[in-house]
């Protein structure tokens, strides 16, 4: 085994990127500033969005977007089993509790026909997870919440770059996070982004991510602010520093190219794979759309391939390639069965898919001939003839 390890993913990070990051610590200012700002601005422009916040993180994202609603004990959240652990996560440090809709058996993407049975009278909002950047149906979902007047928080970590119908996710809807982690579409190391259309919202939102002061600290010990500041309510420390938007910077202008390499690299395994009995390949949805294709995963069919999900991932790391397991459904997990009365059998797609899943190595700088290790592996571990 003398080849070298092929991860799942890999950030591609350019010179010029690193160059800013040094240039930003050799700066003197570090923590949220002028590249943060610099790089909202990009975001807002590349988005079509009009209000964005930079975050550490999607989860903040997620979290403050929840807080903001100001839910009490008892309120309800749908979402879906097939994410991370994240989404469901927020859900309750907000206080709230996740109510869930199974997914699309060949997307993963929540089965949106099965929203409206669950809502009511104590439903607040809905929050729709774009799989590997393939978008939700969101007309019929955005229909739904207006005639109940619920809010719409679309979990966009993996969506950065995607299109729904010709438009961009972040350009249109209500409230959109996303997420700069480093296997994410583009980095900024740890780092995420909320964006929204609503004003006040907005407004509530820049108060949480930072402690609850009306005015952020860099203005304050520039030339130009004032010294003091106000605590308006008890807030987070959720900001982004300039050392990571320095990254950001660089990585956005990359993203489209990113994106066109990702794609025809899923759809080259789409076509090395067609046919497979072992494999059951993720399949698009008939309305129009752009996937991001932040990850590729077919669903492993334990009988024809001789081994289940864990066994092929062993497999795979033996033979020097990494896979990446996105996601077990979550309400399987210990604290959810527990707090909340969830069970085997309770959503049998995303239970099937999170048995089966498995995320291929995919990143804008892997080769045909890396992805040929990939297929030519598999091969191998079920036994088929060259
Ligand atoms: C990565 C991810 C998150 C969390 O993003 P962070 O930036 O790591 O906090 C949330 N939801 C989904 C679906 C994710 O994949």
Redesign the pocket.
């Given at each position: 085994m003398n080849e070298e390890f092929l991860p799942f993913a890999r950030p591609s990070i350019s010179r010029a990127a690193i160059d800013e990051v040094v240039a930003c610590l050799e700066s003197g200012w570090i923590t949220t500033g002028p590249r943060v700002q610099k790089f909202e601005e990009a975001l807002k422009s590349y988005l079509g969005a009009p209000h964005v916040l930079s975050?550490?993180?999607?989860?903040?994202?997620?979290h403050i977007a929840l807080v903001a609603l100001d839910l009490k004990p008892g309120d309800e959240v749908i979402t879906t089993p097939m994410?991370?652990a994240?989404?469901l996560n927020t859900i309750v440090l907000a206080g709230a509790t996740p109510v869930l809709v199974d997914v699309e058996p060949h997307t993963y993407n929540m089965d949106v026909a099965q929203i409206d049975r669950r809502i009511n009278a104590r439903t607040r909002a809905i929050m729709p997870?774009h799989?590997a950047g393939l978008p939700v149906d969101l007309d019929p979902l955005y229909r739904l919440a207006e005639k109940h007047g619920l809010r719409v928080i679309e979990?966009a970590?993996?969506a950065i770059g995607t299109e729904y119908k010709g438009r961009r996710i972040g350009a249109f809807g209500d409230t959109q996070?996303f997420?700069?982690?480093p296997?994410?579409n583009i980095t900024t190391g740890?780092?995420?982004a909320i964006t929204t259309r609503d004003e006040k919202y907005a407004a509530r939102l820049a108060l949480l991510r930072f402690h609850g002061m009306d005015r952020e600290a860099w203005n304050r010990f520039g030339k130009t602010g004032s010294q003091h500041y106000e605590i308006v309510e008890p807030g987070y420390k959720y900001n982004m520093m300039d050392i990571q938007a320095a990254l950001g910077l660089h990585q956005l202008p990359e993203l489209d190219g990113f994106i066109q390499r990702r794609t025809a690299l899923a759809e080259r395994y789409q076509r090395l794979l067609a046919d497979w009995p072992q494999w059951s390949l993720p399949r698009a949805p008939s309305y129009a759309h752009r996937h991001a294709w932040?990850l590729y995963t077919p669903l492993i069919n334990p009988d024809a391939a001789g081994c289940d999900r864990d066994g092929f991932m062993q497999a795979m790391k033996e033979r020097n390639i990494g896979t990446g397991l996105?996601?077990r459904a979550v309400h399987l997990y210990p604290y959810y069965r527990a707090r909340f009365g969830f069970k085997p059998g309770d959503y049998p797609a995303s239970e099937s898919i999170g048995n089966r899943i498995v995320s291929l190595p995919l990143f804008p700088t892997m080769t045909e001939a890396e992805q040929d290790r990939v297929v030519t592996a598999m091969r191998d571990i079920f036994g088929m003839r060259r």
């Open positions: 975050l550490s993180s999607a989860t903040a994202g997620l994410t991370f994240a989404t997870v799989f979990d970590a993996h996070v997420s700069f982690h296997n994410k740890e780092g995420g932040h996105h996601y």
